[in-house]
């Protein structure tokens, strides 16, 4: 029998923890420094491949994933020397999806070709915003000029590229963002992110919200309003979600966060990277320190980034298929999660069907168009005592 | 043993912060009762709860040697009594076992409404009363003026306050020797049969249950065998000491001293506070006036939030009911919440007290329902029943009338204030009885309704006067007026643990805000919910809790897994602090909350 990973296939993470700027509402694993050593960085990924390598040995690799961070701050030898690592460690699918992340400026834009012929196939390109007010106001150190002409360049490098807008900023109304959404339609290749802004602890949007100073946010009602009106605009444009923040035209989703949502198994590399690893029929969840420098010297000291490896109980495994797996248009398969659980959901299940947020037969179990928005409320009522 | 002649016994009365608690520690401090070493702050507020919010909530007693101006060696046993309100009762049988007061009035402040409370008490106890005026270190300071005001309102003699700063010690030898030379000897004869009051009891977990003794006349020692002459039960003494504020053994305790013993016995309710201590052989005839028992004048629901933690309320309950006799307690089943107990308290502090020791001692969340009042409920065959919980309410076509308790409060106020203060005693339907000023402020005496001071009205006398005013009640009596139970509905189905008794002409209004509170303490769920309260069948306020429109997190890759998982965990652990009404989830808060009124 397969083991549960092999139903989302498996990928690899690669984090870069650095940026330009501290975005004020951003809580990923991201640091200012002065100066990288590239080249030790290069050293230390290529070593953390062949570690995982040998434990994941004969696996097809689908996806990489170059996160951060900014990994368009990469050298494109550093990117090169890694995909060739890859390529070396495991057999690669013939679709492989390599994506890399990138902030929209000029100088991140000329380093695009040298990512191609290293092997990234994909770019998504962290746009946000498409005015400059907007930007400015979300800590952005670029324009919507310039970033437009990044994301030129992108399209003529690359077959694949994505952008992600931030929405349900400050001050902004149903309308502007209708009509801000039909520009980025008007631009997208095959795959758009679109995020609602979110409030994170530890930001300084955070300290500012807390200290009520964060002004002109979008009230819950228009927040759901703006999301009822991104699904249905995005459809009518061919770009359905697919997932509760991704739109994609068909066949266009990404391979590797579908790696995520379905539960499959990836590793992850690189500071604060997480990773899902089913190694000897146990899941394990990997977790690397967050400091760049204390991960790098550990890696080099010891040969090993992580800091810990849990298991994964039956229970947690399940908690995580679906809050993972309801994520997506298409739900879980009710095979696959009565193999993960003897929980009996069913009489959560009904109610919830009952009252419209779930749609349920014998294959699989997803979200209704009303459930949607309220997920979170979903997951809590169904993997409640 | 101590001749009559230097034993001085003596309370402290004052108002809530004039610096009783200071005082004591600074008066055991100078005479060396205690090691510098060993000193605290507050070292008679024992309980955690006690040195936490700065007030003493049982009597406490120490022992203090010392030799004053005139070469003598004297004993001072100080009785520290607690100073709110809900525990006034405990200040008036402690008062009974000594013979003078320091009346403690903060000479930055003055007069204020637990201090008259107070010293009514000490003056009903027939005692000396010695003036302090304390704080005399600050700078707002106004030892004149308030020494006025003690004789104007009080009507005592303060020529001779003694001024004390407790903090800095100035006063303190002053305030010796005062004891000493003002206060009264205690009387007795060492040669009568033995008489001793039962002062205060507790249990304690090593000892058992501990007695605190005041001696009449005649002599305690270890092994006599005592009578309590209230239940003729008689007890081998194993035990016999004073407090300085340690336990400290004695050979004996005689006429004037006082002390403690203890006596094998198992359960704080074998006492009898202001029962009369003799001799099992040869003893007194004549007992002691008794104290009537303090009776509980404010009932609540506990619930345990756990309902497998049934049990170990029921635990904690019995355990804390062993050393308090004014906590009563009787199961109760509610359809909401469960199994629980229906608990009477002398007030809301001493709820607050109690509930925050089961949560923290015994570690049980609880979910706490709406205090109510005793009201009488006279049935049409002439009955009278007693109504702790509105949930009992019988069915009003065998009612006749219902009667509530009132009460009269005093409640001193600055001038500025005093329009809010009247208005706030108005909307809780009051009547004025009187209103005269003293110095600068007024003191207004009302007679309200208890059940409309018994939740929030200290909060909201505190916030409209910035703090500036103090309170104090006493029971009046029962009266009968229009008064309707008000339930209240969640998505059509009734919780009876919000139900409340209300009268008939504020039950528009308090219906209303209650359910706009609970629309705001209910969190939105995934349909709308209507919330209504209603009298009988009628509804009389509506709300609709909208559907939660938007509750899902916008990005979920690869590290959130975790995070979302743990993130889930919690509110989990969150949900506990919910109860579930059909299809609806309350948090526990909400039970209290609703009720605030904001005005
Ligand atoms: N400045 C000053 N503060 C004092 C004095 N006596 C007490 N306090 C302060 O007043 C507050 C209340 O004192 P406390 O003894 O707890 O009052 P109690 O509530 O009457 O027991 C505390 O913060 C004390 O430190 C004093 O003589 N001078
Ligand atoms: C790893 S981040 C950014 C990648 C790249 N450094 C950039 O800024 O363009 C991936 C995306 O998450 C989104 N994001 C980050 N913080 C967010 C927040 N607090 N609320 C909503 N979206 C956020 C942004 O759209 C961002 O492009
Ligand atoms: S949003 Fe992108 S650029 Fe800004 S701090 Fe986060 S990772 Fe760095
Ligand atoms: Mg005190």
Redesign the pocket.
Same mark, same amino acid.
């Given at each position: 029998m397969p083991e549960d990973w092999e139903n989302g296939g498996f990928g690899l993470y690669i984090h870069w923890p650095f &940026?330009q700027a501290k &975005?004020p509402?951003?809580? /990923?694993n +991201?640091h200012v420094v002065a100066q990288i050593d590239q080249r030790a960085w290069a050293d230390a990924y290529v070593s953390e491949i062949a570690r995982i390598g040998a434990e994941t040995e004969g696996r097809v690799l689908r996806s990489v994933f170059f996160?951060?961070? $900014?990994p368009s701050l990469m050298d494109p030898d550093v990117v090169d020397a890694i995909l060739t690592k890859i390529r070396a460690t495991w057999p690669i699918a013939n679709d492989i999806e390599v994506t890399l @992340? *990138?902030?929209?400026t000029s100088v991140e834009a000329g380093r695009f070709a040298g990512y191609r012929d290293a092997g990234v196939n994909r770019v998504s390109?962290?746009v #946000?915003a498409l005015n400059d007010a907007d930007l400015k106001a979300l800590g952005r150190l670029h324009s919507a000029s310039e970033a437009m002409q990044a994301f030129d360049i992108a399209r003529s490098v690359f077959d694949r590229v994505s952008f992600?807008?931030?929405y349900a900023r400050q001050g902004q109304t149903l309308k502007d963002w209708e009509a801000e959404l039909r520009q980025a339609l008007g631009l997208a290749v095959d795959h758009l +992110?679109l995020? #609602?802004? $979110?409030? @994170?602890d530890g $930001?300084a /949007?955070g300290d500012r919200y807390a200290a009520g100073k964060l002004r002109g946010l979008p009230d819950d009602d228009v927040a759901a309003d703006m999301y009822a009106l991104t699904q249905g605009v995005c459809e009518d444009t061919g770009f359905a979600g697919y997932e509760v923040s991704n739109h994609a035209r068909p066949g266009c989703e990404s391979t590797h966060n579908k790696i995520y949502w379905k539960y499959g198994d990836y590793a992850g590399i690189g500071p604060g990277a997480h990773g899902r690893l089913t190694l000897g029929g146990t899941r394990f969840a990997t977790e690397a320190p967050r400091a760049p420098a204390a991960w790098l010297s550990q890696v080099r000291q010891t040969g090993n980034g992580d800091l810990c490896r849990d298991v994964l109980s039956l229970d947690d495994q399940f908690a995580e298929f679906l809050l993972m797996g309801m994520r997506l248009r298409d739900g879980v398969s009710v095979a696959r999660f009565s193999q993960l659980s003897d929980n009996i959901l069913i009489n959560k299940i009904n109610g919830l069907v009952e009252i419209g947020m779930l749609e349920y037969n014998t294959e699989t179990l997803r979200l209704s168009q009303q459930g949607y928005p309220v997920l979170n409320a979903v997951l809590r009522k169904l993997l409640e005592d | 043993m101590t001749d009559l002649s230097h034993i001085r016994n003596f309370s402290i009365v004052a108002h809530i912060d004039h610096g009783k608690s200071t005082l004591a520690d600074r008066l055991i401090q100078s005479t060396n009762t205690v090691a510098d070493r060993d000193m605290k702050a507050q070292l008679l507020d024992s309980m955690d709860i006690e040195r936490e919010r700065g007030i003493t909530i049982k009597a406490n007693t120490v022992r203090i040697d010392y030799t004053a101006d005139n070469g003598e060696a004297y004993i001072l046993n100080l009785i520290d009594t607690p100073g709110h309100v809900d525990f006034a009762y405990e200040v008036s049988r402690s008062m009974r076992a000594v013979e003078g007061s320091l009346l403690v009035v903060d000479s930055t402040q003055g007069v204020e409404a637990q201090t008259l409370a107070n010293v009514y008490q000490a003056i009903d106890a027939d005692h000396e009363i010695v003036p302090v005026l304390n704080k005399i270190d600050l700078p707002a300071s106004e030892c004149d003026r308030v020494a006025e005001q003690i004789e104007d309102v009080i009507g005592i003699d303060a020529s001779g306050a003694i001024r004390v700063s407790a903090k800095t010690g100035i006063g303190i030898h002053e305030t010796l020797e005062a004891i000493v030379n003002l206060l009264p000897a205690p009387k007795g004869d060492r040669d009568a049969p033995l008489k001793a009051m039962l002062v205060d009891s507790w249990y304690d977990s090593y000892l058992g249950v501990i007695v605190l003794v005041r001696v009449i006349d005649g002599v305690m020692k270890k092994n006599d065998r005592v009578k309590f002459m209230s239940n003729g039960t008689v007890h081998g003494i194993d035990k016999i000491g004073v407090f300085r504020p340690q336990m400290q053994d004695v050979a004996e305790l005689g006429p004037g001293e006082i002390g403690f013993i203890t006596a094998s016995i198992k359960q704080v309710r074998d006492t009898r506070v202001g029962d009369t201590i003799t001799s099992e052989r040869k003893g007194t005839e004549v007992a002691l006036d008794g104290f009537k028992p303090a009776q509980p004048v404010v009932f609540c629901g506990l619930f345990p939030v756990d309902s497998s933690e049934f049990e170990d309320l029921r635990d904690a309950i019995e355990k804390l009911a062993l050393n308090d006799a004014s906590f009563s307690h009787e199961m109760e089943t509610s359809a909401a919440l469960g199994f629980g107990f229906r608990c009477g308290f002398l007030g809301l502090l001493h709820l607050e007290v109690i509930r925050d020791r089961i949560e923290r001692e015994y570690d049980i969340d609880l979910i706490t329902t709406a205090p109510s009042v005793v009201y009488h409920v006279y049935m049409r065959d002439g009955e009278m029943i007693e109504l702790h919980n509105p949930a009992d309410m019988p069915d009003l076509t065998h009612v006749d009338h219902l009667e509530e308790p009132r009460i009269k409060a005093t409640i001193l106020v600055p001038d500025e204030y005093l329009g809010d203060v009247l208005k706030l005693c108005q909307d809780r339907r009051g009547v004025q009885l009187d209103l005269t000023y003293a110095g600068s402020r007024a003191m207004v005496v009302y007679d309200l309704p208890l059940n409309e001071v018994v939740f929030d009205f200290y909060d909201r006398l505190k916030s409209v006067t910035k703090g500036y005013a103090s309170f104090d009640y006493q029971m009046t009596g029962y009266q009968q007026d229009n008064l309707v139970k008000m339930s209240v509905l969640v998505n059509d189905e009734p919780v009876d643990a919000l139900s409340m008794m209300v009268h008939r002409d504020r039950a528009e209004a308090r219906g209303r805000a209650m359910v706009e509170k609970l629309k705001d303490l209910i969190p939105r769920h995934m349909f709308k919910i209507p919330i209504q309260a209603a009298i009988g069948g009628k509804v009389i306020a509506r709300e609709t809790l909208s559907a939660l429109r938007k509750d899902v997190t *916008?990005?979920c890759y690869g590290g959130d897994a975790t995070r979302k998982r743990k993130l889930l965990d919690k509110q989990k652990a969150g949900k506990k602090k919910m109860r579930q009404f059909g299809k609806v989830d309350i948090p526990q808060e909400a039970f209290i909350s609703a009720l605030k009124m904001d005005s």
């Open positions: &940026c &975005c509402y951003c809580d /990923f +991201s996160g951060g961070g $900014t @992340e *990138a902030n929209p390109m962290g #946000q992600d807008l931030i +992110s995020y #609602q802004l $979110t409030i @994170e $930001t /949007f | *916008a990005k």
